[in-house]
């Protein structure tokens, strides 16, 4: 009715505008929660529920949203990769927690790399990812499917429909969201003309054609500072000169595991001509594999916003009940990062 109509009118000028914004108060006459978007109305919901403690509410006014716009976790990780009952408890950690993106790309999935990319899933392992994408999108996720075609794909038509087929199988089992890791090869692969050719024609012949996927994102061979070369002929300046603008390039920093810094961002955003996706490689352990990391999460920049940095993700452990601690950390850090205190975060994620 009218009355309800002035309301909404009411609050919709207190949403902040902004992608998955929200506005929730609370007061003796009544409890509002208004998001931006569904996802806004989601974690306004997921605030609510932290808010009820014992069956009490506190008075409180909150206009809230991310300070970046993807925010999560990259199954990115050597080793044993997670079973299916710690992937469903992912996912509804990041949901309730606030990150919108779960990549799935483990190393050791024979139909993610080489040679095996070409292949489709078996019925067992298709009927998983279908159910961890309709999980996904419950817990308002984005389920982004990875593949790593590089260390034995062939520059040709065959290849590329093999690529093609791959995506169609995967789009049938509900994936939307698409990654491209060129990460840890050597040989053809590597050329990155034929990397941004690819990421191209594929935003052409299959993205836009499909109209619901989202745009792609890519692991560069230069994903580090380490060893990316930093001439104009180096691939991260192709990549700025070529890629089309709405893929996402990911980068790990000075070193593989890495501070995220201002430095390091400016390093690759002048050449990639676009925010990266940062790519941090905390609290993965497959380089320490008798070691858990358990300590706060620190070094990370609290001064960037999303003229620096697209998103956050973190490749957590292959144990994915200890990577929950950091990934508290990562979940907080990139939600808010101008108020972020590690320690602070830290003692609040030990008590979760």
């Not at 929730?24 to 932290?50: C, H, M, P, W």
């Not at 206009?63 to 080793?79: A, H, I, Q």
């Amino acid at each position: 009715g009218e009355k309800g109509d002035k309301s909404v009118r009411k609050y919709s000028r207190q949403i902040p505008d902004h992608k998955e914004g929200y506005y929730l108060s609370v007061n003796e006459k009544e409890i509002v929660l208004a998001g931006n978007d569904e996802r806004g109305t989601y974690y306004a919901l997921q605030t609510f529920a932290q808010l009820l403690k014992d069956g009490k509410l506190p008075e409180v006014e909150i206009k809230d949203y991310p300070s970046v716009r993807y925010r999560g976790v990259v199954e990115g990780f050597y080793g044993t990769p997670w079973s299916h009952q710690a992937r469903l408890s992912q996912l509804k950690f990041y949901g309730k927690n606030k990150m919108n993106t779960y990549i799935y790309g483990p190393k050791d999935d024979p139909y993610h790399s080489a040679p095996n990319w070409r292949l489709p899933y078996p019925d067992k392992e298709a009927a998983q990812l279908q159910e961890l994408v309709a999980v996904a999108n419950e817990n308002e996720v984005d389920f982004v499917w990875a593949i790593h075609p590089g260390q034995d794909i062939k520059w040709n038509e065959e290849d590329y429909n093999n690529l093609i087929n791959k995506f169609n199988g995967m789009y049938d089992l509900g994936v939307r969201h698409f990654a491209i890791f060129f990460d840890d090869i050597s040989g053809e692969g590597t050329n990155p003309l034929k990397q941004t050719e690819l990421l191209n024609r594929l935003t052409d012949d299959f993205v836009k054609v499909k109209g619901d996927i989202t745009p792609l994102t890519v692991c560069p061979t230069d994903y580090s500072k380490l060893w990316a070369n930093p001439t104009p002929e180096g691939s991260l300046a192709i990549y700025g000169k070529t890629l089309y603008p709405e893929i996402k390039v990911f980068w790990t920093g000075d070193v593989v595991c890495s501070d995220l810094t201002k430095e390091t961002l400016e390093f690759v955003n002048s050449r990639i001509k676009r925010p990266a996706y940062f790519w941090w490689n905390y609290p993965v352990t497959d380089y320490v594999r008798n070691i858990l990391l358990q300590g706060p999460v620190y070094g990370l920049n609290t001064s960037l916003t999303e003229k620096d940095v697209c998103g956050v993700i973190s490749n957590p452990m292959e144990h994915g009940e200890a990577s929950k601690l950091a990934l508290y950390g990562v979940a907080d850090y990139t939600w808010n990062m101008a108020a972020y205190n590690a320690i602070d975060n830290w003692e609040r994620g030990l008590s979760e």
